[in-house]
């Protein structure tokens, strides 16, 4: 079964490998070791002066960043399930929130967030996916970002950039806290967060520290050690090593692009077969469509050709279906994912199979047809 969710995503063979190997143990200098290298690669891939490990999903990281940031009201943006969960978090830990609520198709607008921040002085912390994985859409963060700092340089910027970072290079300027998990780009096994964090973040921290699990004061205390607060999630931590060398390896830039250039010939293929992108501002993690018959396209993939597909969430489930684009993909392998959704078109009676999808995704890709 190929598997095309947008996390988890697949961990390639040599990633599995290097985590085959015995416990070690966690307060080591062996590890500690490792642990050092890994944080230097998060600090320069993330592009932020400090960097956090936390064993958790991501969403752990989501709730670490709202409590250990915020002193009196946040504002989330709300386009989907994510930005909904900032929301969650809040309301979790009776913090006083303001919701920016979007269509899942729509990106955040502006001025809808300069005009609240002027009209609430207490905001002091922003929350917003740079890509919303219930719809693929794009948000454009750093515009808002940089809006937002020119109204209060003091507010925090919180980017979920789960589904955004390792997908494409981040302007990270005015963000911070930089969110990412293990298992979207990094195509890890779930369970490990990363939270990039700016200069001002880490004062803000340090000024005031709280919580005890997610006190983010004390992992930065110790995670500058090279070590963490509680123990680490030290295979996670070895697998992240092994992929972020593989990635440089190549060149980060050549992953960024690639990952583009996928992107974009996966889109063309399928509005090449009659479908719809979902979102007004697609991000490159994922192509998201939107069909009346989702939910028996993808049921067709899966169970016909062997393609798992994620559907969509809440009110979309049955409406919406994502093809990952997260990773190192091979592209005989999404090339089948997009013939095993014109051939399910073709088993529903939408649209007879002529290997368009196909033909459409490879020039693209290998001819440059854009
Ligand atoms: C997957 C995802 C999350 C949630 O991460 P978990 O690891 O499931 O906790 C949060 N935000 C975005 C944008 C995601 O794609």
Redesign the pocket.
């Known amino acids: 079964m190929l598997l095309f969710t947008?996390?988890p995503t697949p961990t390639p063979e040599a990633i599995r490998v290097a985590m085959s190997v015995p416990t070690i143990h966690h307060r080591t200098p062996e590890f500690e070791e490792i642990f050092k290298v890994v944080r230097e690669k998060l600090i320069q891939i993330m592009d932020m002066p400090e960097v956090l490990m936390l064993a958790?999903?991501?969403?752990?990281a989501?709730e670490a960043a709202i409590t250990n940031l915020c002193k009196s009201h946040v504002l989330t943006i709300n386009a989907g399930k994510?930005g909904e969960?900032f929301g969650k978090i809040c309301k979790a830990f009776d913090i006083t929130y303001t919701e920016l609520k979007y269509s899942w198709d729509t990106p955040a607008l502006v001025s809808d967030i300069t005009d609240t921040i002027k009209a609430n002085p207490s905001i002091d912390v922003l929350c917003i996916?740079i890509?919303?994985?219930a719809g693929g859409l794009r948000h454009n963060v750093e515009e808002i970002a940089k809006a937002v700092k020119d109204i209060n340089k003091d507010i925090m910027i919180i980017a979920?950039g789960?589904?955004a970072v390792g997908v494409e290079k981040i302007d990270v300027t005015h963000i911070d806290a930089l969110?990412t998990?293990s298992?979207?780009a990094f195509m890890l096994p779930?369970g490990l967060?990363m939270i990039g964090l700016s200069k001002a973040a880490v004062t803000k921290i340090e000024n005031t520290p709280k919580g005890f699990y997610f006190n983010l004061a004390s992992e930065l205390k110790n995670q500058r050690k090279n070590t963490t607060a509680y123990t680490a999630a030290t295979t996670l931590i070895i697998g992240l090593k092994a992929i972020l060398e593989l990635i440089e390896k190549e060149g980060l830039d050549k992953f960024y692009n690639d990952t583009k250039n996928r992107a974009l010939a996966a889109k063309a293929a399928l509005e090449a077969i009659g479908l719809k992108i979902y979102p007004k501002t697609p991000a490159l993690a994922m192509n998201t469509v939107y069909h009346e018959k989702a939910k028996e396209i993808r049921s067709i993939a899966k169970k016909k050709y062997g393609v798992n597909i994620a559907g969509g969430q809440d009110e979309l489930k049955d409406k919406l279906f994502r093809i990952n684009n997260m990773g190192l993909i091979a592209p005989y392998e999404i090339a089948w994912a997009l013939n095993a959704v014109e051939l399910a078109l073709d088993e529903l009676g939408i649209k007879a199979y002529e290997g368009t999808a196909n033909r459409v995704f490879v020039s693209n890709i290998f001819k440059g047809i854009q």
Not at 56 to 60: D, H, L, P
């Open positions: 947008p996390g958790s999903s991501g969403t752990g989501m994510f969960r996916q890509c919303e994985s979920d789960i589904t969110i998990g298992q979207k779930p967060a």
